[in-house]
């Protein structure tokens, strides 16, 4: 009978297809031990990287400060293997992730991601595609510089192989970090990196993937016509190799293209034909998306309790998956709502939860939009300190990121601060050159700033 396999602290046993709290002892037998000692005091680490010996052992000595951990390369190479089931079960391959985690399979996954970490820092190697997986369960889970370390080690292992497809995955996730910071100029770097590697290496998934992400990557920054070809071309190709679900997330990009540069018509055709695909195929998280769009086109037809139905529908669903991101611009979207619905306690409650969520995650974009709201309606309270303390929060942080539309509207907001401050030379500043970088990006203009003659 084989030996079970635990976790490097010793808390957790591998049954084959979940891991269980170890047994309090878990001596197997004289040839076969797992040892474990709590500690006060700090040791070393021992690492047997040739260890054939049938007695070898993962001793483990709980400190806390530090504590001794002698893993052999036989055992690193069940743990490994027990991860990679472990994160199978789950949904997570090298290619793609499950929406979203239980709180049973949050638990998992820390306690997979805490074993990679073992090994990764006595120096035993780690085939890179499972680093991959890896890195898609601590992004999944909120855990972004992980996720990082993960990408890196990958893409370092995939250069040294020269595994081009493997370094075009590599370089695409780290892509995708960088723009959930809101590193804009590095995330188009990456992702036009990965493009690159994805056509050399005939990837016609993840030439879509790449074009997509390149497609938010210009639609964040103001190049609409930009984003617009990338996300056609994406749409193309998902086509082609009949992929549903990255059509209907192709779709609703387009539809929200649509949605900003004030085609409401076109937004929804985009919109209804990406929620019927994803009804279809019960993609929840894309159903979330089509949702929120569709809210956001009620909202801007000005049929708002049709749109609150639908945000609070969308909403249901992240609660019912655990999609924070969904949740937290769910929230801000609702809190739009009930603004026009004269529910300004609700709109506060719903920004602010909004907000909390982003900063905490690091979601800069996010932040700064939930942030711009609370800033109305600190305005609307009367509190034009704390108005115009998001307002400035919000310029950098979209200037920081490379969003020049939000930082327009981040300047209005400023605007309307001063306006109440009767400071009307300034406003009359921050409106023109906001209405000017508009203007630019071929952003749909107010009619107030129009007749005013900006």
Same mark, same amino acid.
């Given at each position: 009978m084989a030996d079970p396999i635990f976790s490097p602290n010793g808390k957790w046993m591998w049954t084959g297809s979940e891991w269980i709290p170890a047994p309090p002892s878990s001596a197997t037998g004289a040839d076969s031990t797992i040892n474990l000692e709590d500690s006060m005091m700090s040791g070393k680490v021992n690492v047997e990287q040739n260890s054939n010996d049938a007695s070898s052992a993962i001793n483990l000595k709980d400190s806390a400060m530090s504590g001794d951990i002698n893993i052999t390369q036989n055992n690193a190479e069940d743990i490994a293997t027990a991860m990679v089931q472990a994160l199978e079960r789950m949904g997570f391959s090298s290619q793609s992730s499950p929406a979203t985690l239980t709180h049973s399979q949050e638990k998992e996954v820390e306690l997979v991601l805490e074993m990679s970490d073992v090994l990764s820092n006595q120096g035993i190697e780690i085939d890179p595609w499972t680093e991959i997986m890896l890195g898609n369960a601590a992004s999944i889970g909120g855990k972004t510089n992980s996720a990082e370390q993960h990408y890196l080690r990958a893409l370092e292992t995939f250069r040294k192989n020269d595994d081009r497809l493997g370094e075009g995955s590599a370089l695409g996730n780290l892509g995708n970090i960088a723009? &959930? @910071?809101? +590193? $804009?100029? !590095?995330a188009e770097r990456l992702q036009q990196g990965s493009l690159a590697l994805r056509r050399e290496t005939g990837d016609r998934e993840g030439e879509g993937l790449a074009l997509i992400n390149i497609g938010n990557i210009r639609e964040i920054t103001g190049s609409l016509a930009e984003a617009e070809r990338y996300h056609r071309e994406g749409l193309d190709i998902f086509k082609e190799i009949n992929d549903v679900a990255n059509q209907s997330t192709a779709l609703g990009n387009l539809g929200f293209l649509a949605y900003v540069q004030g085609d409401l018509d076109g937004a929804e055709i985009y919109a209804n034909e990406a929620y019927d695909i994803t009804k279809g195929v019960? =993609?929840? &998280?894309? +159903?979330?998306?089509? /949702? *929120? /769009? /569709?809210? $956001?086109?009620? %909202? *801007? %037809?000005? =049929?708002?309790? !049709?749109a609150e139905k639908l945000q609070r529908s969308s909403l249901t669903l992240c609660q019912a998956t655990g999609n924070m991101e969904g949740k937290m611009r769910g929230l801000n979207e609702l809190g739009n709502i009930m603004l026009r619905l004269n529910n300004l306690a609700e709109a506060e409650r719903s920004f602010l939860e909004s907000y909390t969520i982003a900063k905490t995650t690091g979601s800069k974009h996010t932040q700064a939009t939930a942030g711009l709201n609370l800033g109305g309606v600190a305005r609307e309270q009367g509190d034009l300190f704390k108005s115009e303390q998001f307002y400035v929060e919000g310029i950098d942080i979209f %200037? !920081?990121?490379?969003? @020049?539309?939000? +930082?327009? =509207?981040?300047l209005i907001g400023l605007g309307t601060v001063y306006n109440s401050k009767g400071n009307h030379d300034e406003e009359r500043k921050l409106y023109t050159k906001a209405v000017e970088i508009k203007r630019e990006l071929g952003l749909q203009i107010d009619q107030f700033f129009i007749d005013n003659g900006y």
């Open positions: 723009f &959930t @910071r809101g +590193e $804009m100029h !590095e019960g =993609d929840q &998280t894309g +159903e979330i998306g089509a /949702l *929120g /769009l /569709l809210a $956001m086109i009620s %909202k *801007g %037809k000005g =049929d708002y309790y !049709e %200037k !920081e990121i490379g969003d @020049r539309g939000g +930082e327009s =509207d981040a």
